[in-house]
């Protein structure tokens, strides 16, 4: 029976890992981590927060930076004189693509975020902004909004998921 050992591990990118001892399963483990890293991929983009009316901007999108990133050649790394190498692909927002806006979807703002402090004007005395509605809102201060982080944790159970029951299958067929 082939010895298997894998991971989802990483934030923001999903990292997929697999390890296996065996040649002829060299092309079943890399299908498999594409199939889970397409479906992890296709799900975030799904489920990626959209702004309201003035979201475009010239750093572009979150969802146009996810991506699927393979690591290493063909996301090989090779284990050195014991062996032990393993297949790895990120998926998740690439950080040469992904806008300056998407830090504070992660880590949240204001009250929420990592100062934990109302959110106010620097030079004026009060904030315009336009709201969700499309009405201009003028505010003193604002809480800020809360991280956003959901739509990267479930596709990435959701690929833990097809990578365990990938590699059950492979157990049944060896």
């Known amino acids: ?6 991971s989802v591990q990483g934030f923001p990118a999903a990292e997929l890992k697999i390890r ?3 040649p002829k399963l060299k092309k079943d483990v890399q299908d498999l981590l594409q199939h889970a890293a397409q479906v992890a991929l296709s799900e975030m983009q799904a489920k990626v927060p959209r702004g309201g009316l003035l979201s475009d901007n010239e750093d572009g999108t979150i969802s146009e930076s996810l991506e699927i990133m393979d690591r290493g050649v063909s996301g090989y790394h090779a ?4 062996g032990g190498g393993y297949y790895e692909v990120a998926v998740g927002p690439n950080p040469l693509t992904a806008p300056a806006h998407l830090r504070h979807v992660l880590r949240g703002t204001g009250i929420y975020g990592p100062t934990g402090n109302m959110i106010g004007p620097v030079s004026k005395k009060a904030m315009a902004f336009v709201a969700g509605s499309g009405r201009y809102l003028v505010r003193e201060r604002v809480r800020g909004q809360r991280s956003n982080t959901e739509w990267l944790h479930d596709p990435r159970e959701h690929a833990r998921q097809i990578i365990a029951l990938g590699i059950q299958q492979f157990d049944v067929r060896t």
């Open 20 to 22: 296996a001892s065996g």
């Open 1 to 6: 029976m082939p010895e298997i050992e894998y």
């Open 79 to 82: 284990g050195g004189a014991g």
